[in-house]
């Protein structure tokens, strides 16, 4: 049950945990004889010789290592609609606004695995470089398989249903309102106890998600470390002739068998971790005074680049808060952005679109395309007369993953039936308030301004 799942707390921490007494090594990483007769195996999700700041690792204590399978082979079927490398073979280039309605819910049983699909991305896998984003519709628990992306670290937003999340360090629950991250190459499985589950992915290739730095905010605010919370150690020992292990290896999936559990860690201890938040104790910042904050502002993780101040992708939300800017025109501004931002809806309405945008759905706005509030957010909100009341925005949690590389776009996507190929009927209604005089022609091509002034 979610409410007995027990947490240790913080974010890039060093931690340990035990499901046994006395099952940690003391004083080493790798004795000749681990306690309770266990293997140690260390994961590394950075380069032996990252700067300490940056190094992640993790040591396992388990009943059998890992590395006790089978060969793997191709999965067959596989899954077509996963992508890791994003060029003109795989994936197209467009400028226009997309907009998707929700996904339909399956009647055909399908987990994570299979339900999980790419919309669009950016670079590659192999060149560790670059990103991709998926949703998934599922309705069936994992059973007698572990899934492992050996591509890059997945986050997971989940918008319809609630998760279990089994990993190597232990159980997670999340549920919608609540995101969970898992590293490269952690094996997890994910049981369902609603059935119908829906929800958004980003995977970032390359690097891992940190908090932002706060600047001038100072060392309070947005997302706190300590509300981060990992998973305590859990095992089983138990025996699965034909368990599958399914991973993700260049976009393609592989299996291997092998006879037992691979959630047989009994301790472990490290910084490289899966981790779960709950986005409810976010704490965000907005102006108090007029004009509009930048969306930055509410950026919950971000996985940077080599620039400074540039992100790979940030996991920005747009949570319930206050409005109380005087004179200012207080949804988003209209904006074309050197950043492609691609939007998804966990539940209530966004506040730039009172039609269309669902919760489920999503949108995408790419580098330099044009959006904004839609045609009644605009007209609505410059009719009010009283526009310097303070307005709390709540009933809605919306997010955004944005990034510095413009983006592919999945075929299945451009013709999925969801697509909104009206989307940009939102806009086609704005209509100019211009109030200086205007310059008109007749039908004889004159124009006012040559007719003579009495």
């Given amino acids: 049950m979610a409410e007995e799942l027990e947490y240790l707390s913080g974010f890039g921490a060093h931690l340990s945990s035990e499901a046994i007494p006395g099952a940690l090594p003391r004083n080493q990483n790798n004795p000749l004889l681990c306690p309770l007769g266990l293997c140690a195996e260390q994961l590394s999700g950075t380069s032996f010789t990252s700067p300490r700041h940056l190094n992640q690792c993790s040591w396992f204590y388990r009943i059998k290592p890992s ?55 950016a670079g ?46 232990g159980k997670l629950y999340a549920q919608p ?71 993700k290896f260049g976009g393609e999936l592989f299996m291997a068998k092998q006879d037992f559990s691979p959630f047989n860690v009994v301790a472990w201890h490290g910084n490289y971790v899966p981790y779960k938040y709950d986005l409810s104790k976010f704490c965000p910042f907005n102006t108090v005074l007029f004009d509009h904050g930048d969306p930055s502002i509410n950026t919950v993780l971000t996985a940077p680049t080599d620039k400074p101040g540039v992100a790979l992708l940030d996991f920005v939300i747009f949570p319930p808060r206050w409005l109380v800017a005087e004179n200012t025109f207080r949804p988003p501004y209209y904006h074309r952005n050197c950043m492609t931002e691609f939007m998804g809806l966990i539940h209530g309405v966004y506040e730039a679109k009172q039609d269309g945008f669902l919760p489920g759905g999503a949108s995408l706005h790419s580098c330099m395309t044009p959006h904004g509030p839609d045609t009644k957010t605009f007209e609505a909100t410059i009719s009010r007369n009283e526009v310097n009341e303070p307005f709390r925005i709540e009933g809605t949690l919306a997010f955004m993953f944005e990034s510095s590389l413009i983006p592919r776009v999945c075929q299945w996507a451009l013709e999925s039936p969801g697509l909104d190929k009206d989307y940009y009927h939102c806009w086609i209604g704005l209509k100019s308030h211009f109030s200086h005089n205007k310059e008109t022609v007749d039908e004889n091509g004159t124009k006012s301004s040559d007719i003579p002034q009495s």
Avoid at 98 to 120: M, N, Q
Avoid at 232 to 240: C, G, T, V
């Fill in 67 to 121: 590395v006790t399978h089978e060969p793997f082979y191709p999965c067959i079927p596989g899954n077509k609609r996963l992508i890791s490398e994003f060029n003109q073979q795989t994936t197209s280039a467009t400028p226009t606004q997309l907009r998707w309605r929700p996904a339909e819910f399956s009647k055909i049983p399908t987990d994570f695995i299979d339900g999980l699909y790419t919309v669009c991305g």
């Fill in 124 to 169: 590659s896998s192999f060149l560790r470089h670059g990103y991709a984003i998926h949703m998934y519709v599922a309705n069936k628990s994992m059973e007698g398989r572990a899934f492992c992306n050996a591509d890059g670290d997945f986050l997971i937003v989940p918008q319809h249903g609630k998760l279990f999340i089994t990993t190597e360090c």
């Fill in 177 to 247: 309102g609540e995101i969970v991250v898992i590293p490269q190459g952690f094996r997890f499985s994910i049981d369902l106890p609603d059935g119908d589950s829906r929800g958004y992915v980003a995977e970032i290739f390359g690097t891992h998600f940190r908090l932002p730095d706060l600047g001038p905010i100072g060392a309070n605010g947005l997302a706190a470390p300590r509300d981060f919370q990992v998973p305590k150690a859990w095992y089983e020992d138990a025996s699965y002739p034909n368990y599958t292990i399914v991973q």
